[in-house]
C-alpha cells in the first residue's frame, strides 16, 4: 500500500507566475484536501475534492484552484504567484469524507 | 476568536518526563480531534483520531477530549529523544475540513 506523495519536493517560483503541484492519494482514498502551512503556523485548509468534484473550501482567493482526476489524483494551481504564497503546501487523503486523513511530504514552494 | 488554539511552546523536557500538550477550540459543531506529529519540513503524521469525549490510548500516547469545556490533551509518558517534534491538534465537523492549532514544538532533551 504506498502512502500519499506529492511532487515536487521543493519549488521557486517568480512573484506574478504560476505553479501547479501534484498529489498522488493513498492506495484506495477517493478523497483528496489541500493545506497551505505558513511557517510558525498550522495548515490551513484551501479545498477539497471528492470523487472528482470541489467539495468544500477554505478562505482562499480564485486563484487557488484545482482538480482531481478519475484515479483519485489531484492538482493544485496557483495563479499570479505573491510573495505570501510561500509556504509548505500539504495534501491530504482520506477514504470518503469522514475517516483519517494522511499526509504526503509537502512541497515547498517559495516565491521570489 | 480562532477555531482552534494552542501553545506553540516550545516546550523542553528531560527523557522519561511525562509530556502535556493542550487544545481548546471554540465550535461546539467539532466533532472529530485528532493529533499529529510533524519533523522538521515533512508533512504531518496521523497520531491520533478520536470521536467522542474521554480518553484514548495507544502504547505511550493518549489522547482526551472533554467536550463540554472544549478541551483536548495528548499525553506522551516516557518521552524519548524520537518524539522530538511539533505537535498539532486538529479537528473537524466530520467533512473532513480540519482546522488546526499552530503546533507546539517539543524537545526532548537526553
Known amino acids: 500500500e504506498t502512502g500519499v506523495t506529492q511532487s515536487p519536493t521543493h519549488l521557486i517560483k517568480t512573484r506574478g507566475q504560476q505553479v501547479t503541484l501534484r498529489c498522488s492519494s493513498q492506495?484506495?482514498?477517493?478523497?483528496v484536501s489541500w493545506y497551505q502551512q505558513a511557517l510558525g503556523q498550522g495548515p490551513q485548509f484551501i479545498f477539497q475534492?471528492?470523487?472528482?468534484?470541489?467539495?468544500g473550501r477554505g478562505n482562499f482567493p480564485p486563484r487557488f484552484s484545482g482538480l482531481q482526476f478519475p484515479n483519485y489524483s489531484s492538482e493544485l494551481n496557483v495563479n499570479a504567484l505573491e510573495l505570501d504564497d510561500s509556504a509548505l503546501y500539504l495534501c491530504?487523503?482520506?477514504?470518503?469524507?469522514?475517516?483519517?486523513?494522511?499526509f504526503g511530504q509537502g512541497t515547498r514552494l517559495t516565491v521570489v | 476568536q480562532k477555531e482552534v488554539e494552542q501553545d506553540p511552546g516550545p516546550l523542553s523536557v528531560p527523557e522519561g518526563a511525562i509530556v502535556s500538550l493542550n487544545c481548546t477550540y471554540s465550535?461546539?459543531?467539532?466533532?472529530?480531534f485528532m493529533w499529529y506529529r510533524q519533523y522538521s519540513r515533512k508533512g504531518p503524521e496521523l497520531l491520533m483520531y478520536t470521536y467522542s469525549s474521554g480518553n484514548k490510548e495507544d502504547g505511550r500516547f493518549t489522547a482526551q477530549v472533554d467536550k463540554s469545556s472544549k478541551y483536548i490533551s495528548l499525553f506522551i509518558r516516557d518521552s524519548q529523544p524520537s518524539d522530538s517534534a511539533t505537535y498539532l491538534c486538529a479537528t473537524e465537523t466530520g467533512a473532513n475540513n480540519l482546522f488546526f492549532g499552530t503546533g507546539t514544538r517539543l524537545t526532548v532533551i537526553p
Open positions: 475534492y471528492y470523487r472528482e468534484e470541489e467539495n
Open positions: 491530504a487523503s482520506s477514504l470518503g469524507t469522514e475517516t483519517e486523513a494522511f
Open positions: 465550535n461546539s459543531a467539532f466533532q472529530y
Open positions: 492506495s484506495g482514498h477517493n478523497t
